[in-house]
């Protein structure tokens, strides 16, 4: 009886220098389980390249201001739900991986004190005012 192979892991390499997107790619051709689907050199690319390649992970280079990091791969990662998004340092070692998920969080026992702070995303520590 023959088994069903799963669907191989859709991966999109951008952003970085050809070197880097080589080695990635070196890495990843022995996977079975993984295929590079598209590259995109220039950022402008990596969304159409995603939607088109309709890829799963999308590998691009980190950035060094990580505010602008954050709010780039936010509209990464609503154009595609599911997506997960691996940031390589500019060296090359180490990564980042962002993801956009539902999170259930109980918050224990309501206080006008926890609430407020639950709205404005503190930490909900401890027992609480």
């Keep these: 009886m023959e088994q069903a192979t799963a669907t191989p892991v859709r991966v999109l ?13 070196g890495i990843l ?10 590259r995109a050199t220039v950022e402008a690319d990596i969304i159409p390249a995603m939607a088109a390649a309709n890829a799963d992970v999308v590998i691009l ?3 060094d201001n990580r505010d602008a990091e954050a709010n780039d791969y936010a509209s990464l990662l609503s ?10 340092s500019g ?11 539902p999170r259930r969080l109980s ?13 404005r995303g503190a930490p909900l520590g401890g027992a609480g005012p």
């Design 91 to 101: 060296s090359g070692r180490s990564f980042v991986l962002h993801e956009m998920r």
């Design 29 to 38: 051709a022995p996977e079975g389980d993984m295929t590079i689907v598209a």
């Design 13 to 25: 390499v951008a952003g970085m220098p050809p070197m880097l997107m080589d080695m990635i790619e």
């Design 79 to 88: 154009a595609r739900p599911g997506l997960r998004v691996l940031a390589v």
């Design 107 to 119: 918050l224990g026992t309501i206080s006008a004190g926890r609430l407020v702070a639950a709205i």
């Design 61 to 63: 280079r980190s950035r």
